[in-house]
């Protein structure tokens, strides 16, 4: 591949951005006898249904000492429900050729499905089980507990998740999303079923969910499938959600030390939320600053000038409560300390003059023309229009997010990268043996 | 139009000729240019968006001895500029036509793709065609790009232990044939890469009847010939494509172990590759066999390994099998287990083989042929829903010697595999004598 785009520390959150399709998506509001809401797109060219919905609660629900608990539902939803064990749930799943997955981000329990339109029925019952009555059974829990501590270590090893880790600790502290998701191998042995019960009561509940629907299927008959799926689950309240998190300030730079190769660096402050008046002209300012793609201002300074990297990117990361903005890159260590500080002075540039008028005005005809891309399949379009619904943007979004692109004008994006951009906050870990960089501030 | 009307009266013929129908009952439609140049096209027409790839039949298998590396570096500098669309502007244009592009380079082809909307296809045709004959490289623009790729390996190769070994055993499975040299290419070669190297093997490799048309998405068939004529069908060749031969690796006669300590490793490691064919290499359905056995040996919490080891004799995490059977020359059979803890790697090396010894001996039973042929065969109607992805399996498909239809409807072969030819498969490729063992496992520290 000829490029690395973003990873690390912002692989772990979805950005909702699209624009509108030039033929505009027609999404219909469903709501089931039982009152249980989804959007859906029908489309009955290919004999398939996606269906995408989650919960409000994620990984910040862990108890204290119990981190992974939540992301440990996601391994155990397979292995037995109701009148199911292990082994049957499994040969039924396979045999219908459905798919089933389950993710847990810091502030939702995602899920999905995908079946041929054919198996819909059989299909959906067996989710039906999976959700509301999943075994959570002592055998099968420990095979699982294997698996989620090989990943645990491996993750202990990874210089790119030991740099994001380091940061969200710098950056959050002791908050709630500092934690680790997945967990940390002491943390997983000390889960119990007891543990992922309580989770699965307090998180799936039908006052959180929201579902989004695309393919062979019509409105009548999602109905009666939504109450299905999720018509016995609890009307309980949701998971309190964490407190907005404050970020703490650079400058600070921590060195990890590690014998390898390469330089690890996740760089970053605070940003800000989805629902921020100004996020569309701020989204738009950071992707000239730092987005994928071969024209950001990084990538030209950094990659294409000097050859210093694969891959560089910077972008905001608005979670439901902490506003963040995490960069990554990573170089030879003896380049470690010249490729720091080509970030840190196409940072303070980009924050004293903004965006050029042409910059903007590729931006534009980029993200406008781009949009399409993201609805080209049934189950892009189920997880686009559930971020949507998570990011209570609106179910006519897709088709008006157009024009306030094209509204924007330069001093709007100026301002933001004035507002946004602080090369004087950056907190900054660097994994591997840099030459020339030593830890600083508080944090070192 | 006339051309058309033949074709889809072979369409028509082929399907009667092979009749039941594949599941994916997918209309595939390809066809030639004049200069040679392979078309393919693939319609879905629900999204406004076409998936545009050009390949070509020129790999890292293709570089020769010392040079490793070439053809994916070649990959990097095709951005860097022609005479008529200087350094940016191929970039630039994808960018403001809101399209999204890459390119990847593998062992047997060098492909290049954008996604956009569908009226832009004849803009992407035109930049691609240009590419393919009017580069230009300054060592200006090649210098800082050869230190990129140094980065892209200590980023994904020399970071990463298991990728380390992945390329340890390929080395080490490979005594003769080219399938031995990673294709980013060994760092010491890598660095002596210079512009000349790039431009030759640019000129030896990049015409367009050694380049394949891969289209899918909305655009018609007819709308694509017209385009691919205009833009790709004026270019005349530069030189006629040879036969694709590489050094034949002798038959395997002795096994083989890599063993790889590395404290990055977090926990050990066992896995094996056996040499085998391919569907390219093979005219029986051992290849076909070969997928179905590795899917009821290793895909899933229902196969051999799984079961075993991770269910019922809890001595690992993970147990899986693989059959990698799409490249030209060779493929690879593989096995892989991750150890619980406290429980040695021989223990659980001692358990693979057990499971391979019996099926070895006693074969499979119909029920799991059924179940894992059944799955197969249902999960390939999964991939209709990505255009990119059935674009990238026509292509990989053309670029090994396939048939582009034929690769969209394996299902039908792959009811006709019978025990006996499982049976048959498993004995000629699980050999000891064929495979290399790799084992990787974290430094032990002195205490220990």
């Given at each position: 591949m000829r490029a690395a785009v973003l990873r690390t520390v912002m692989a772990c959150f979805t950005l909702v951005w699209f624009l509108n399709p030039a033929n505009a998506i027609d999404i219909k509001e469903v709501v089931s006898p039982g009152g249980i809401r989804a959007w859906l797109v029908e489309n009955h060219n290919i004999p398939l249904i996606a269906m995408n919905f989650s919960f409000e609660g994620g990984t910040t629900s862990d108890p204290v000492g119990k981190e992974g608990a939540v992301n440990f539902i996601t391994g155990m939803m397979d292995e037995g429900a109701a009148d199911l064990d292990s082994a049957a749930f499994q040969a039924r799943r396979?045999?219908?050729?459905?798919?089933?997955?389950?993710?847990a981000g810091g502030d939702q329990f995602e899920g999905a499905i995908q079946t041929l339109s054919k198996n819909r029925g059989e299909?959906?019952?067996?989710?039906?089980?999976?959700?509301?009555?999943?075994?959570?059974?002592?055998?099968?829990?420990?095979?699982?507990?294997?698996?989620?501590?090989?990943?645990?270590?491996?993750?202990?090893?990874?210089?790119?998740?030991?740099?994001?880790?380091?940061?969200?600790?710098i950056a959050l502290g002791d908050q709630l999303y500092a934690r680790q998701g997945a967990g940390s191998p002491q943390s997983i042995a000390n889960i119990t079923p007891e543990d992922l019960r309580a989770l699965h009561r307090l998180i799936f509940s039908r006052k959180g969910l929201k579902v989004a629907v695309v393919g062979d299927i019509d409105a009548p008959t999602l109905g009666l499938a939504l109450d299905e799926v999720f018509g016995d689950l609890p009307d309980t309240a949701p998971p309190t959600p964490v407190k907005d998190v404050i970020v703490a300030k650079g400058p600070l730079v921590k060195v990890v030390d590690r014998d390898i190769p390469q330089s690890i660096i996740v760089f970053g402050h605070d940003g800000i939320l989805r629902d921020d008046p100004d996020f569309i002209p701020a989204f738009v300012m950071s992707n000239i600053l730092g987005g994928g793609g071969f024209a950001s201002r990084l990538t030209t300074e950094v990659r294409e000038k000097r050859g210093l990297t694969y891959g560089i990117g910077f972008g905001l990361v608005p979670l439901d409560h902490a506003g963040l903005y995490i960069g990554s890159v990573s170089t030879r260590n003896e380049k470690a300390s010249e490729t720091l500080a080509i970030v840190v002075d196409t940072l303070k540039k980009m924050a004293d003059e903004g965006p050029s008028q042409a910059e903007l005005d590729d931006m534009k005809t980029y993200l406008t023309g781009s949009y399409a891309l993201r609805f080209d399949s049934n189950g892009k379009i189920a997880g686009q229009l559930l971020g949507i619904q998570q990011q209570n943007l609106g179910i006519d979004y897709v088709n008006n997010r157009n024009s306030k692109v094209e509204a924007l004008?330069?001093?709007?994006?100026?301002?933001?990268?004035?507002?946004?951009?602080?090369a004087d906050r950056l907190i900054t870990i660097v994994v591997g043996r840099p030459e020339g960089i030593k830890s600083t501030g508080s944090g070192g | 139009m006339r051309c058309l009307k033949i074709l889809v009266l072979q369409i028509a013929l082929l399907c009667l000729a092979v009749a039941p129908a594949s599941a994916m009952n997918i209309e595939v439609t390809n066809f030639k240019l004049a200069n040679g140049m392979?078309?393919?096209?693939?319609?879905?027409?629900?999204?406004?968006?076409?998936?545009?790839?050009?390949?070509?039949?020129?790999?890292?298998?293709?570089?020769?001895?010392?040079?490793?590396?070439?053809?994916?570096?070649l990959e990097h500098l095709m951005f860097k500029g022609t005479t008529k669309n200087p350094f940016g502007v191929f970039d630039r244009l994808i960018d403001i036509n809101g399209g999204e592009?890459?390119?990847?380079?593998?062992?047997?082809?060098?492909?290049?793709?954008?996604?956009?909307?569908?009226?832009?296809?004849?803009?992407?045709?035109?930049?691609?065609?240009?590419?393919?004959?009017?580069?230009?490289?300054?060592?200006e623009n090649v210098l800082p790009e050869l230190d990129v790729v140094r980065e892209e390996r200590r980023e994904r190769t020399e970071n990463d232990p298991s990728a380390l070994l992945a390329e340890q055993i390929d080395a080490a499975m490979y005594t003769a044939h080219p399938y031995g040299k990673p294709v980013i290419g060994w760092m010491s070669e890598v660095a002596k890469l210079t512009r000349e190297d790039a431009l030759a093997f640019y000129k030896a490799h990049y015409t367009p009847a050694n380049a394949i048309l891969i289209v899918a998405g909305d655009a018609q068939p007819e709308q694509v010939r017209a385009l691919a004529e205009k833009y790709y069908g004026v270019l005349k060749n530069t030189f006629t494509p040879m036969p694709r031969l590489r050094t034949p690796e002798p038959a395997p006669i002795a096994a083989r172990r890599v063993i790889m300590t590395d404290p990055r490793a977090s926990t050990p490691i066992f896995q094996r590759s056996y040499l085998g064919p391919t569907y390219s290499t093979t005219e029986n359905r051992d290849a076909y066999a070969l997928d179905l056995l590795a899917d009821i040996l290793g895909s899933g919490t229902q196969s051999r390994l799984y079961k075993s080891l991770v269910i019922d004799q809890k001595i690992a995490a993970q147990a899986a099998a693989w059959y990698a059977g799409d490249a030209l020359d060779n493929g690879s059979f593989g096995v892989y287990a991750a150890p619980n803890p406290g429980v040695e790697l021989d223990k659980v090396e001692a358990a693979v083989d057990a499971i391979l010894a019996d099926i070895l001996k006693n074969g499979v039973t119909q029920k799991e042929l059924d179940r894992v042929r059944d799955k197969s065969i249902a999960e390939q109607v999964y991939t209709l829903d990505d255009q990119a992805t059935l674009a990238r399996i026509a292509g990989a498909g053309v670029a090994t010697g396939l048939d582009a239809r034929a690769v969209f409807s394996r299902d039908v072969e792959m009811l006709k595999v019978s025990l006996d030819d499982i049976r048959e498969a498993a004995a000629k490729v699980i050999r000891i004598n064929r495979s290399v063992t790799g084992i990787l496992s974290p430094e032990r520290s002195p205490q220990n």
């Open positions: 396979d045999e219908l050729a459905v798919r089933i997955m389950f993710d299909a959906f019952a067996l989710l039906r089980k999976a959700m509301t009555a999943p075994h959570f059974e002592k055998e099968a829990m420990e095979r699982v507990r294997q698996q989620f501590l090989l990943g645990a270590k491996d993750d202990e090893q990874d210089p790119e998740k030991i740099a994001s880790r380091a940061w969200m600790k004008t330069l001093d709007d994006v100026r301002a933001q990268a004035k507002r946004l951009v602080h | 392979e078309v393919v096209v693939i319609p879905d027409h629900r999204a406004p968006v076409v998936t545009h790839m050009v390949w070509y039949r020129v790999g890292s298998a293709d570089e020769v001895s010392g040079k490793s590396g070439l053809a994916h570096f592009g890459n390119a990847f380079t593998t062992r047997d082809y060098t492909a290049y793709f954008q996604r956009i909307a569908s009226d832009r296809l004849g803009l992407m045709m035109e930049l691609e065609a240009d590419r393919m004959q009017n580069l230009v490289l300054t060592d």
